[in-house]
């Protein structure tokens, strides 16, 4: 599948802004921009270096621009939003096509009679970036004038330039050795030191000539940060002007690396690329041949499922993995990874990506707690969370369920029976399980669900008491430590008797009277009956396959299903809060306060479409009718950021794309609700 535009939205620069592209090395380190070529985010940029795998992520090549002379006439190829509201040059105007090509994405520019390429790609497993120009057609030689605007600052910041002296060094022409089809030339390049603690990083290129230069350019306006109420203006550094002559059927390469130069094998790159996305692809195809088959818009889905997922060492697992949340501006957290590893890595037939981020997160378990979030700068994690840890016993039963891993799951079942006991006495936060079997989280200064916004001091949904999504995940953790203890042999019961306690002690989430479940018992301010999704764990878990009583009778089920989609449900997954509530939000945007005020109250999460869909399949078992609930993330494609899924969206019509333009649980629900309704479908109807 090639996800492409013409001109009508490559010419027009509103739309071609606000599509945008990411590019990422399995490290943490990623590339992004809009298929116009402007900068409206702190986070846009050729390289941003994950200088601490997979955090610590750095700013170093921010753009290049291009300039084409051809047939005695110049065009400037790249374009520029500056901060007194000047846009210029406008070199979206040249652009005939640009495609995703895979993950590649590809701009086509149009000289008269000339057809010039550019490729963005990088090395998976290093901080190195690829820019690759084609001149596909040509009646002439082309000259072109490559400008490398450089930086050194953390994603999340923005650069004032006017004081600031790099050292910036020429490197000289040689030939590396390394890389497919033998030596490969380097033809000049800059070395970039931005101070005496930073990292250096390099920019080369396999021809033509490098000067290094020292220019400043100020004043990059970035319209998506003013739009978040942060800071609007950036300043980039001209670090070295690249001038290449190309005659038809030649290209260009342009490098941007932490790499020392010899290390980088340039020749073979974009091959190497494309050899690793049709083994993704080969995997997906594969694990599917005995279900009916996917549309090709979700291979393109399993494409951007590999790009959350990168490597984290540590001291007991050098090869360890994690889940980087979402692009551009999360890390790996635990929540996030446990809901999005069968969908990264079952779903799309790698389940043995699974096991090292299991192993991984229970080196980190303490108090019976799943860490939260990794900090940025690798202290201590953070463990305000009630649910990652709960989540953990899920990824590991799916994982389990298709690997049947004893050894695995011999050797973390002690860690999941001392979490158990954990909460059963009590850890952080107050979590503890209280005398109805149900289990208490929150002391009202901490977001421990992951309804977590907090703004400052201010806990916009703090959920203190007894969630109803928290004691699903309870009651289901536990009917999987019975089946867990029933493959090793030991005694099932103490996990049966938790688990029946709190079947009976769910009833109290059930209202008569407003016929769906409260969504927080026992608050400080008594029950919290506010109509929100959370409710539609309790149908979708037990997953179909789990062993136990459901905590809803049938009624009560069909009841909250119908309920979530008559009041919750959108296009592109469930409202965080029914419309009809007073503080009900539609429209997410503003300064932070703003924006974390709206987060959890309307605010639709695209994630939760995967427990309706399992919920709705568990109530109405139809799978031809749940698969047009996939159909809209289709067409979200080709939106937001190209070829994958966004964290949010606006909670009234018509749904606009928000937050993090691509976020991993977003994918992977997608990803884990087609296989669940193709599971469905296959399945022998009983007699």
Known sequence: MVIQFGRDICGQLALAERREWLVTNGIGGYACGTIAGTLPRHYHGLLNAALKPPLDRTLLLAKVDETVVYGGQTYRLYCDRWADGCVTPHGYLHLERFALEGTIPTWYYALRDGLLTKRVWMEQGSNTTYIRYDLKRASAPVHLSLKALVNHRKHHHSTSGRDWMMHIEPI???????????????????????????????????????????????????????????????????????????????????????????????????????????????????????????PAWLEQLVLAADQFVVARSTAREVSGKTVIAGYPWFGDWGRDTMIALPGLAIATGRPELARPMLQTFAHYVDQGMLPN?????????????????????????????????????????????????????????????????????????????????????????????????????????????AQFADQLGVSTAPYRELAAQTRQGFQRFWSDSLGYCQDVLDTPMGADAALRPNQIFAVALPTLD??????????????????????????????????????????????????????????????????????????????????????????????????????????????????????????????????????????????
């Open 546 to 687: 789990a062993a136990g009583p459901a905590l809803l009778t049938p009624p009560q089920q069909r009841a909250v299903v119908e309920t979530v989609a008559q009041h919750l449900l959108t296009s592109y997954g469930l409202r965080s809060l029914s419309p009809a509530h007073p503080d009900y939000c539609g429209h997410y945007g503003g300064d932070r306060l703003e924006r974390d005020g709206c987060y959890h109250q309307g605010t639709v999460w695209s994630w939760l479409i995967g427990p309706f869909i399992q919920a709705h399949l568990r109530v109405y078992q139809n799978p031809a009718l749940a698969r047009t609930l996939l159909d809209p993330f289709a067409d979200h494609l080709r939106d937001g950021c190209i070829g994958t899924l966004s964290e949010i969206f606006d909670g009234d019509a018509p749904f606009t794309p928000r937050g993090a333009f691509a976020q991993a649980w977003s994918v992977a629900e997608v990803l884990r609700s087609w296989k669940a309704i193709a599971h469905v479908a296959t399945r022998p109807s009983p007699p």
């Open 172 to 294: 000289e022409s040689r030939n590396l050795s390394l890389g497919e089809g033998g030596a490969v030339p380097v033809q000049g390049g800059i070395q970039v030191t931005a101070g005496a603690e930073t990292t250096p990083f390099y920019v080369i290129s396999d021809r033509g000539t490098c000067t290094p230069q020292h220019e400043w350019y100020w004043g990059y306006d970035l319209a998506v940060e003013r739009y978040r109420g942060l800071d609007p203006h950036d300043d980039h550094l001209h670090g070295g002007t690249f001038e290449i002559k190309l005659s038809e059927g030649e290209q260009v390469t342009l490098v941007a690396t932490t790499e020392w130069p010899e290390r980088v094998p340039i020749a073979g790159a974009i091959a190497r690329q494309q050899r690793h996305e049709q083994h993704l692809r080969d995997r997906w195809q594969a694990s599917h041949r005995a279900t009916s088959s996917a």
């Open 373 to 481: 979030v990794f900090p940025e700068a690798g202290d201590r994690p953070a463990y305000n969370t009630v649910d990652a840890t709960l989540w953990y016993f899920e990824a590991i039963r799916q994982y389990y369920a298709v690997s049947h891993d004893a050894p695995l799951l011999k050797a973390l079942f002690p860690v999941l029976a001392d979490i158990i006991h954990w909460h059963q006495r009590g850890t952080r936060y107050s979590i503890h399980l209280d005398e109805d079997g149900l289990l208490y989280a929150g002391d009202g200064q901490w977001q421990l669900t992951w309804m977590d916004a907090k703004a400052g001091d201010w806990v916009v949904t703090p959920r203190t008491g007894k969630a109803v999504e928290i004691n699903a995940l309870w009651y289901n953790a536990l009917l999987i430590m």
